[in-house]
């Protein structure tokens, strides 16, 4: 089983791994774990430790104020690994009286895209897209995504296909861009793919934002031959996001990251409640840095997934509560989806989420012609499409305001209290708080900048 190793080395040893500019090997940190194939191309990834906000909270519970401390004394670090089925019990066991650094041991799953498993025929275009996003208002009030780093954490984008496909040239920022160690090729010059499709449907609300090409999704597992993206190369790609965001000015952060993946089965994790498992823990490293990385002023969305009760995903192998691990992190938006003619999506996933129950927190738009990235006549659909084209409408407020005026977590409230609500109730498992408002926001924002004035 691939599996994820937290260690606590000493403070000299953690603070070398947190710092870019000096570099560190597993070797360093894991050089004696019996019984672990550890990866050696992985590099240790530094990990926060989360602390209540207020005093006597629960250390585990992401449903609180938190500070994450990247401190030393008190951040981890993480490598990467393999430990044969037959032993796994034991050895988890054993690691403890054999290493004291040792902290846990935790699935690292496979993650893939979130395509559509219906073959229904599109409903609408991208054009209508823009029209339900009321393009021309978000443009009159200078919501345009410029010079706003928007995150593709995908297969990664071609950037002529999406600017050909669009009419105009689109920006990827080369210098923010990352590439897991295992992944080749030159930032938005990769196949097309899920990917493009992502990065076309994230530009409709926020034409000009600059793309951040992290082509996840293409990592290579070791001594494998599939496409199947690791988690822990998307904990690496998110501890790059972090120094992406530190580096900015403070009066002008910003960073957008789009997720149209996750992880349909329980096969690669550990079972809810072992210490180790992804799915329900708040401990994971994963779901950690996801948590630090909203704190330090990142707006995070992921695709609810695929496993609507109507029309089902073919991969999905959670038996109830399909919205998993971080894609119901409560410190980011969870997307669902609904056509151009405002019907949910059958394959869209319902909630309630496994590390916080309101997911999904929204829904927005999939299932149009649009980009044609994954061919001529297939539409950009599942919620793959909808959480880009959610995370471009983010992306375009903040054009004028940055994290540091509105946080990730008032633009969070301000999201979901103007939705458009589809339930009589407030509320619901189907639509979240209802569908995201592009008017509703603009009025918002007014509101706001006149309180201020």
Wanted: proline residues 9%.
């Amino acid at each position: 089983m691939r599996v994820l190793i937290q260690l606590r080395p000493s403070p000299d040893l953690v603070a070398a791994v947190a710092d870019p500019s000096v570099p560190s090997s597993a070797s360093d940190v894991a050089d004696d774990l019996p019984g672990i194939v550890i990866d050696h191309a992985y590099a240790p990834v530094a990990v926060p430790r989360p602390m209540p906000a207020v005093p006597g909270g629960d250390p585990l519970s992401l449903n609180q104020p938190l500070v994450f401390s990247m401190a030393p004394q008190d951040a981890s670090v993480v490598v990467r690994g393999e430990i044969a089925d037959d032993e796994l019990t034991s050895r988890i066991a054993l690691l403890p009286a054999t290493r004291r650094d040792v902290v846990a041991v935790y699935a690292d799953p496979a993650i893939e895209t979130t395509l559509t498993c219906a073959g229904d025929p599109p409903v609408g275009d991208w054009h209508d897209v823009e029209r339900l996003l009321r393009l021309p208002d978000l443009a009159a009030e200078g919501l345009d995504g410029s010079g706003v780093p928007l995150a593709v954490i995908d297969t990664g984008i071609n950037a002529a296909y999406v600017s050909a496909a669009r009419g105009r040239e689109v920006t990827v920022d080369h210098e923010r861009s990352w590439n897991p160690k295992s992944v080749s090729g030159t930032p938005g010059a990769f196949s097309v793919d899920h990917g493009s499709m992502c990065a076309f449907d994230a530009l409709i609300a926020a034409p000009n934002a600059s793309l951040v090409d992290v082509p996840v999704l293409l990592s290579r597992r070791q001594g494998g031959s599939t496409l199947d993206g690791l988690l822990s190369d998307a904990i690496a790609a998110y501890a790059h996001l972090r120094e992406v965001l530190d580096a900015q000015p403070a009066e002008s952060r910003a960073l957008v990251v789009t997720n149209s993946w996750g992880s349909f089965s329980p096969r690669w994790d550990f079972p809810p409640g072992h210490p180790g498992n992804y799915s329900d823990n708040p401990a994971h490293p994963f779901n950690l840095i996801v948590g630090s990385l909203a704190e330090a002023g990142a707006d995070i969305l992921f695709a609810a997934g695929n496993c609507g009760t109507q029309c089902r995903d073919s991969r999905c192998a959670y038996p109830d509560r399909p919205i998993v691990g971080a894609n119901s992190h409560p410190r980011a938006l969870s997307i669902g989806g609904i056509d151009t003619a405002g019907s949910r999506v059958g394959y869209s996933s319902q909630g309630p989420g496994r590390l916080a129950a309101r997911k999904p927190d929204l829904c927005a738009y999939t299932h149009f012609t649009g980009s044609g990235a994954l061919g001529d006549t297939e539409p950009d659909s599942g919620t793959s499409a909808a959480c880009p084209v959610a995370a471009g409408l983010v992306a375009a407020v903040r054009t004028r305001w940055p994290s540091t005026t509105l946080s990730p977590a008032q633009l969070r409230t301000l999201l979901r209290r103007t939705a458009d609500d589809r339930s009589a109730v407030g509320y619901d498992h189907d639509y979240g708080y209802g569908v995201v408002d592009a008017a509703g926001v603009i009025a918002a924002l007014r509101r706001r900048a006149a309180k201020a004035a």
